[in-house]
């Protein structure tokens, strides 16, 4: 399986003309019988050999660990930073395996934040403010290995960690301000979809790394933007009925809207456990109890299929009614 980027390095090398390259990209797109841009393509897995490496990454990164907390905390956490970070050197830099690449980052930010807390545990300082200042070492330690490796979830991660200690550093300094969890939540999530917009804009054929960081920092922001929303929505109608429902419904046809203008799923596939809940509630009320559930799914998933199958066609009839410059930013419809 080979993807854009190794298309874009066979260009380079001189192996393929450019207009080579595009020629076979719309083969793809025409056996497919969508565009390669709608696909939402992003690099998980190249082979088994993924899987067979992770788990000797994970065996690897659990027994140091391990080990090393017999002696401590700290040292345990310590030797997970300093072995994953070296398992990277060859398994991302050399090999560039996809989800080894995922697991070896996780396994660095995350044992980067123990080993923060662990060295600072006996320091004089609020759960919350120690925390904070913990992430903000995360986050720094996402940056360097983005630097280093360029793994394309490297920015999300580092953007969630920076994300908590933002607010957990808030919550120490000021405690009242936890009471204002969900807009801070969704506040960070508007910031984390411009980010996301950002990066997507830069590549909108989406035949470059940039347009898998913009797919990573959209599965963070979806969760972030539609949480408080739909918590809000939801708590405020103690028995769901009918407005409730219709509102719901009417928020989850903005959110199609805006995933369709974008051409991005993350948003759909976050806020999809509220409209369930939503909808098997009204079913509830009327009766439908013991298949309440099993019609929802039904009506959701058909629809949810029918959209897909008519993407293409769905966002040519949403982005047409967009200026020309908002068009140019969004992804091509070719």
């Not at 090393?68 to 990277?88: E, K, M, R």
């Amino acid at each position: 399986m080979y993807s854009d980027d190794d298309i874009d390095s066979a260009v380079k090398a001189g192996i393929m003309t450019n207009q080579l390259a595009t020629a076979f990209r719309d083969h793809v797109a025409q056996q497919r019988s969508t565009p390669i841009v709608d696909e939402e393509q992003f690099r998980l897995i190249t082979g088994f050999n993924d899987i067979f490496v992770v788990i000797a990454c994970i065996l690897l990164l659990v027994s140091v660990s391990w080990i090393g907390g017999s002696v401590s905390l700290f040292l345990g956490a310590l030797l997970q930073v300093i072995t994953a970070w070296g398992l990277a050197e060859y398994f991302i830099r050399k090999r560039r395996m996809s989800l080894p690449s995922i697991v070896l980052l996780l396994a660095f930010v995350g044992g980067v934040f123990v080993t923060g807390h662990a060295f600072l545990a006996n320091v004089d300082l609020n759960d919350d403010l120690l925390k904070g200042i913990v992430s903000v070492a995360a986050a720094f330690a996402a940056w360097l290995h983005w630097q280093r490796f360029r793994v394309p979830i490297t920015v999300a991660a580092g953007t969630a960690t920076l994300v908590a200690a933002v607010m957990l550093l808030l919550f120490g300094w000021i405690p009242g301000i936890r009471s204002l969890m969900l807009p801070l939540i969704f506040f960070a999530g508007v910031m984390v979809f411009l980010l996301a917009m950002r990066w997507d804009s830069s590549d909108t054929q989406r035949q470059t790394r940039r347009s898998d960081v913009a797919f990573w920092l959209h599965l963070l922001a979806a969760p972030l933007l539609v949480h408080p929303i739909f918590s809000i929505l939801i708590s405020s109608n103690a028995e769901i009925g009918l407005w409730g429902a219709a509102s719901v419904a009417g928020l989850y046809f903005v959110i199609a809207v805006i995933s369709l203008s974008i051409d991005r799923r993350a948003l759909m596939v976050s806020a999809l456990a509220y409209v369930l809940y939503a909808v098997n509630s009204i079913f509830d009320q009327y009766g439908v109890v013991s298949l309440g559930f099993a019609f929802t799914a039904f009506c959701i998933g058909s629809g949810l299929l029918l959209l897909s199958a008519f993407w293409h066609v769905c966002r040519q009839a949403v982005i047409v009614h967009y200026p020309i410059s908002i068009q140019q930013r969004l992804p091509s419809l070719r």
